[in-house]
């Protein structure tokens, strides 16, 4: 079954960075695009970044545009999102997902997700 095993969330002043990492298995981790997904306290999840599977495209919400990147190792199964000048408005839990249609629509099943907190 598809397992996700999100990490590196943490506590950070604004402006600082973190870096997520995601395990991925349970599909042909190369064949698919991956995402990354944020749920804040009270909102509904929505899309963060989005990296095909060959890694020659990405694709950001306009509100982490310039601030994150998105990278993946194919041969890890793993895909990561760097965030940098974080500020409190990204506080949220960060979920990442094997995508069926570009840019942003995911699967059904999540992981835990990694908590990032930004404090002002």
């Known amino acids: 079954q598809v397992q996700l095993v999100e990490s590196g969330g943490g506590l950070v002043q604004a402006g600082g960075s973190l870096r997520l990492s995601c395990a991925a298995s349970?599909?042909?981790?190369?064949?698919?695009?991956m995402g990354w997904f944020r749920q804040a306290p009270g909102k509904e999840r929505e899309f963060v970044a989005a990296?095909?599977?060959?890694?020659?495209?990405?694709y950001y919400a306009d509100s982490v545009k310039g601030r994150f990147t998105i990278s993946r190792d194919n041969a890890k199964n793993t895909v990561y999102l760097q965030m940098n000048s974080l500020k409190p408005e990204d506080t949220a839990a960060y979920y990442c997902?094997?995508?069926?249609?570009?840019?942003?629509?995911?699967?059904?099943?999540w992981g835990q997700g990694t908590l990032v907190t930004v404090s002002s």
């Open positions: 990296i095909t599977w060959s890694s020659s495209s990405t």
């Open positions: 349970g599909r042909t981790f190369s064949s698919y695009s």
């Open positions: 997902n094997f995508l069926r249609g570009w840019p942003q629509y995911a699967f059904d099943a």
